[in-house]
């Protein structure tokens, strides 16, 4: 049974800096892609960060370019999400995926979700 855990999420202020984590464990991963979705109130879930196995290529939501930056610690099977310059409309459950890929501009999920991290800006 695979588990995927995010945490770090939060309330803070515009302008401000949060850092999440996602670990996965459960099976014996080979260096899966990993990478951040959120979901805002009423809206789609959406893609905004991923990394693939070898961490040598990130990709990023064109919103979140420049202010957010994903890496990883394979040793851990840990990913994480330092968002810097929050903005208001960065405020989501943000959800990390594990095992999917990644093509062209953006990546697509796998099968393994964790539970969501609410990340809350206020203005």
């Known amino acids: 049974q695979v588990q995927v855990v995010e945490s770090g999420g939060g309330l803070v202020q515009a302008g401000g800096s949060l850092r999440l984590s996602c670990t996965a464990s459960?099976?014996?991963?080979?260096?899966?892609?990993m990478a951040w979705f959120r979901q805002a109130p009423g809206k789609e879930r959406e893609f905004v960060a991923g990394?693939?196995?070898?961490?040598?290529?990130?990709y990023y939501a064109d919103s979140v370019k420049g202010r957010f930056t994903i890496s990883r610690d394979n040793a851990k099977n840990t990913v994480h999400l330092q968002m810097d310059r929050l903005k208001p409309e960065n405020t989501a459950v943000y959800y990390c995926?594990?095992?999917?890929?990644?093509?062209?501009?953006?990546?697509?999920?796998?099968?393994?979700w964790g539970q969501g991290t609410q990340v809350t800006v206020s203005s």
């Open positions: 995926n594990v095992a999917g890929y990644c093509s062209g501009y953006i990546c697509y999920p796998g099968g393994y």
């Open positions: 459960g099976r014996t991963f080979s260096s899966p892609t």
């Open positions: 990394i693939i196995g070898s961490g040598s290529d990130t």
